[in-house]
């Protein structure tokens, strides 16, 4: 598995509208059989700024399958707005250091 985050610096769309597209393109992930999940997180410090991680089957599977499989296009199309305000597009393999509380 591989993760890859994008991390949005908005300069010239408010944050409502990007959550807006990644709903709209949502469809388009879950349907991608590379795509294990995702997660757009709004950083509370600064506004403007916005972090999606996506989970993959592997960095090969997202850009040789996913890109230029059927599902990119219209995934595509709902977030290309948005894509000059990347700051940040980077694939990360995960560590064995992680940890979550699974009780309340």
Do not use: N
């Amino acid at each position: 598995m591989i993760v890859e985050y994008i991390r949005y610096e908005l300069k010239t769309h408010q944050p409502g509208e990007l959550v807006e597209a990644y709903r709209l393109g949502a469809p388009h992930l879950e349907s991608a059989p590379q795509c294990l999940g995702y997660e757009l997180s709004h950083c509370v410090e600064e506004p403007s700024s916005l972090t999606l991680r996506i989970l993959w089957t592997s960095t090969e599977d997202h850009l040789q399958g996913f890109r230029k499989g059927p599902h990119f296009p219209l995934f595509l199309a709902a977030i290309r707005p948005f894509i000059g305000e990347i700051a940040e597009m980077r694939h990360y393999a995960p560590t064995d250091v992680a940890w979550t509380r699974t009780e309340g």
